[in-house]
């Protein structure tokens, strides 16, 4: 199921980054009074009466600056805008309706997306409803008054918010075949990978980062099984003032990795992996998603016996967090060993769905607990009473213990480890949720 995305745009400085924070439970975009300082879009997911979407925080809209940054900042907004289910546009009661709230609204009104008229800063309903009431005249139907720094009234916002939310994205989705999702940078030839599974040049691709402005979805059958391929449009490396636009797509990325099954981080082999492959690849674990490592244009790379050796571990040391992800090496270009990404994508599907019986689990973790036994603080040691496999995608049990205090992170890390060295679930995360139970008299 993928979630609903809330885009929050407006001017700078009408507090867009102080709601988002507000609504995300922790300080995630830098707040100055600066306008324009928040140079990144950052999401974050929310959950309101059990409705869970993507909220981005935009940086500010400036409709007719020449400032490269509030221009590139434009732009970013403008993208925020195409991926959002929900718009909300936020505005400032303090200063009052300006012209440039006029055309911001005008730019809104043209994405034909639902757009929710949020008016910021009403510490006091009393004393500022009548300010409230000129945003009328922005044509966006009733505004909705609320102080983000002051947490009021936005439980009334987001009850509106929900209401917008199609019907198809509150429910599963029927649709059972498998989907996945190529990330990583542009220019790593994600779109190639996909035009050479389909044989047809059906995705744009360009030596221009970046000709992939959407993510696109992909029909490929395979002996006689459909696949849905997810292409994003890349992530790069933030370098110069007029790259910032560069980093927007990362929202693309959160929106197509929650749709997918199986995540495919494409790493071009000519660069090696970097930090910025680490980040996306951290989209997809955060997320829960079962990752394959593709290490693309192999076929540009001299070799001799220790090449593979060696990418293997710089990519394993690299993104050490993730030592599951099953890794490939492949060239879109010539089409060698990507038949094999077939087999490893349904090999993949297959761990994230594997249930393991409580008898067996329990055999493991005795076995497990003798072998090593469970820390102890201040005399008193962790018992581990049993364990449980309460859901798959991502795989996640439950253990049942005396003391969650006791549960280091490196004694949960043990225990995954001889879960997988018994079952493999090789390129799946796999989740541990401790759980108290009082010791019996």
Request: glycine residues 6%.
């Amino acid at each position: 199921m993928s979630k609903p995305i809330v885009a929050i745009v407006g001017r700078p400085n009408v507090g867009k980054s102080t709601l988002f924070n507000s609504l995300a439970g922790q300080r995630i975009s830098i707040v100055k009074d600066t306008p324009g300082v928040t140079r990144d879009r950052i999401y974050a997911d929310i959950t309101w009466l059990d409705n869970s979407f993507t909220m981005i925080d935009t940086g500010g809209i400036e409709p007719e600056s020449d400032d490269i940054i509030l221009s590139s900042m434009r732009n970013q907004a403008q993208t925020a805008i195409e991926t959002a289910d929900v718009i909300l546009f936020l505005v400032d009661v303090r200063q009052g309706l300006v012209d440039a709230d006029y055309k911001v609204a005008d730019m809104l009104r043209r994405s034909h997306k639902p757009i929710l008229l949020v008016v910021n800063k009403v510490d006091s309903f009393e004393k500022y409803m009548t300010d409230v009431y000129e945003f009328y005249n922005l044509g966006l139907g009733d505004p909705i008054p609320i102080s983000a720094s002051s947490r009021l009234g936005l439980g009334d916002m987001l009850d509106e918010v929900v209401k917008h939310f199609s019907k198809e994205q509150l429910q599963e989705e029927d649709d059972d075949r498998p989907r996945i999702a190529i990330i990583g940078k542009p220019n790593v030839g994600k779109s190639s990978i996909i035009n050479k599974l389909l044989g047809e040049e059906r995705v744009i691709v360009s030596d221009i980062a970046g000709t992939t402005r959407d993510a696109i979805d992909t029909e490929v059958v395979r002996n006689g099984r459909e696949y849905v391929f997810i292409d994003t449009a890349g992530l790069r490396r933030k370098s110069k003032i007029k790259e910032e636009i560069e980093r927007y797509s990362i929202v693309r990325t959160v929106s197509a990795v929650e749709r997918a099954d199986v995540a495919v981080l494409v790493i071009d082999a000519k660069e090696g992996v970097t930090e910025q492959d680490a980040k996306i690849a951290g989209i997809a674990h955060e997320r829960g998603k079962g990752v394959i490592i593709a290490v693309n244009k192999w076929d540009m790379i001299e070799k001799d016996d220790k090449t593979i050796y060696k990418f293997t571990n710089e990519i394993r040391n690299t993104l050490a967090y993730m030592p599951y992800a099953e890794l490939i090496f492949i060239s879109a270009k010539t089409g060698q060993r990507l038949p094999k990404l077939f087999d490893t994508i349904d090999a993949v599907i297959e761990n994230q769905t594997l249930r393991i019986q409580t008898g067996v689990l329990n055999e493991i973790l005795t076995e497990a607990m003798a072998m090593k036994q469970p820390p102890s603080d201040k005399g008193k040691r962790l018992r581990i009473y049993y364990m449980t496999q309460v859901s798959v995608k991502p795989p996640t049990f439950v253990m049942f213990i005396n003391d969650k205090e006791l549960m280091h992170f490196s004694y949960t890390r043990y225990i995954e480890n001889q879960i997988r060295n018994t079952f493999g679930f090789r390129g799946t995360p796999i989740r541990f949720i401790a759980r108290e139970r009082k010791e019996k008299e």
